[in-house]
């Protein structure tokens, strides 16, 4: 079993930035492929970003969504058991629940084993 917390979201201006986190309990994350994906009030839970599993020797692969690509950024740091989202020039479209999400899979479909509670971020002047 896998607990996902995730944390760092709040409210912030257009062209601003914040960085969430997700942290786990119970296993490494390192042999499990990391997405985030987001759910605006009244539409479907949508990918955002993923993460590759790093506890091999390939290179670690990310793809993101066409709507976030050059803006955001997913990292992990394995010394943490923590995946990171960067996001930068945050448009008031990116507002939106944002949750973590893990699975052996490297997958963009919601079909994730694991899921966070999800944190909330608002983009609003």
């Known amino acids: 079993q896998v607990q996902l917390l995730e944390s760092g979201g709040g409210t912030v201006q257009p062209g601003g930035s914040l960085r969430l986190s997700c942290g786990a309990s119970g296993r490494t994350l390192s042999s499990y492929a990391m997405g985030w994906f987001r759910q605006a009030p009244g539409k479907e839970r949508e990918f955002v970003a993923l993460?590759?599993?790093?506890?091999?020797?390939?290179?670690?692969?990310?793809y993101y969504a066409d709507s976030v690509k050059g803006r955001f950024t997913i990292s992990r740091d394995n010394a943490k058991n923590t995946v990171y989202l960067q996001m930068n020039s945050l448009k008031p479209e990116d507002t939106a629940v944002y949750y973590c999400a893990a699975d052996r899979r490297f997958t963009t479909s919601v079909v994730y084993q694991y899921w966070g509670q999800g944190t909330q971020v608002t983009v609003s002047s």
């Open positions: 993460i590759s599993r790093s506890d091999s020797r390939s290179d670690t692969i990310t």
